[in-house]
């Protein structure tokens, strides 16, 4: 059975940060593509940040300098570490994995940015 679990969020002030992690099993973990994805209240689920299975990443425009996705294979993880959090950042966040056909994921865990 196929599990992603996110963890890592919760409640920071705006300019703070936070560390999100997703661990996988259930899949070899180092051929997926991973990627980030976020839904805020009345808004369309939005991709984040992706990582190919030999690490070239690409990030949305409104994250870009301020969070960073990295993985490590060994651990079936991977990261979202997001920096110079905004109030806009507030959202539900879903980790991914696609290979092909198939496609998973998370339960998601709730990031709030406010004072």
């Known amino acids: 059975q ?21 661990a996988g099993s259930g899949i070899i973990f180092s051929i997926y593509a991973m990627g980030w994805y976020r839904q805020a209240p009345g808004k369309q689920r939005e991709l984040v940040a992706a990582i ?34 905004k109030p806009e ?3 539900v966040y879903y980790c991914n994995a696609v290979l092909g056909t198939f496609d998973y994921w998370g339960q998601g865990t709730q990031v709030t940015v406010s004072s």
């Open 2 to 22: 196929v599990q992603l679990v996110e963890s890592g969020g919760g409640l920071v002030q705006p300019g703070g940060s936070l560390r999100l992690s997703c």
């Open 52 to 85: 190919t299975k030999s690490g070239h990443t690409n990030y949305a425009d409104s994250v870009k300098g301020r969070f960073t996705i990295s993985r490590d294979n060994a651990k079936n993880t991977v990261y979202l570490q997001m920096n110079n959090l």
């Open 89 to 91: 950042d507030t959202a």
